[in-house]
């Protein structure tokens, strides 16, 4: 059985709808970076996306082709991420989408080195006649964060970070949100089939406990 970081990692993937503090070790992603509303059609977010998973199946599939990597095994392509911030905002402003910088991320197998990833990235590129070039191999500790199961629309998020920061608070943390640490979304539905209500987004925000 393929494996799924979703089922394997639970504390990182699967919190419950309450708060709670995780520490998140070093990661590698997949990233493309950009700025705009991620609802425009013909934007920059949506043809992110498309390099993501362009390059994660590119990666997946990789046990097919002649390009043998090391250590691999079979999994589940781990799902969409994004890191979001805006400037001159503290948190997220979600009435104007349109001033959003972002980092838009998927998980990489720990077996993927920097050189799997170039020739996923020139694989892609050759196989798809598209330009990769924008996607980076992205390492980042994310360390200690507050998260929580946000339930229903993306719009709808601000509760759900009202009662995180609130509760990071009683447990003696503050907010540590700045240029290298982000509002941090983990998509684990796709938004074009399933109904705004139901959508299903890991939120976690970084913190540092009150000295």
Aim: with cysteine; glycine share 6%; proline share 5%.
């Amino acid at each position: 059985m393929a494996f799924d970081f979703k089922k394997e990692y639970k504390e990182y993937y699967m919190p419950n709808n309450k708060p709670s503090i995780v520490e998140v070790p070093a990661m590698n992603y997949i990233a493309v970076r950009g700025k705009g509303d991620p609802n425009r059609e013909d934007g920059e977010y949506k043809k992110a996306i498309g390099m993501l998973y362009g390059i994660a199946f590119t990666i997946k599939m990789s046990k097919k082709g002649d390009h043998r990597i090391e250590g691999y095994f079979d999994y589940v392509v781990p799902p969409l991420e994004g890191f979001w911030w805006q400037d001159g905002v503290a948190g997220v402003d979600y009435a104007h989408k349109e001033t959003f910088n972002w980092i838009a991320v998927i998980r990489l197998p720990d077996f993927v080195t920097r050189q799997d990833f170039d020739w996923a990235v020139a694989e892609a590129t050759k196989k798809k006649k598209t330009d990769f070039s924008k996607a980076e191999f992205f390492t980042y500790e994310e360390g200690v964060c507050v998260q929580c199961m946000h339930t229903g629309s993306y719009d709808d998020e601000p509760a759900t970070v009202a009662m995180m920061h609130k509760y990071m608070e009683e447990q003696g943390y503050t907010l540590d949100i700045n240029d290298e640490r982000r509002h941090h979304e983990i998509y684990l539905s796709d938004a074009r089939k399933v109904s705004p209500e139901k959508l299903k987004t890991v939120i976690r925000h970084p913190v540092r406990k009150i000295q």
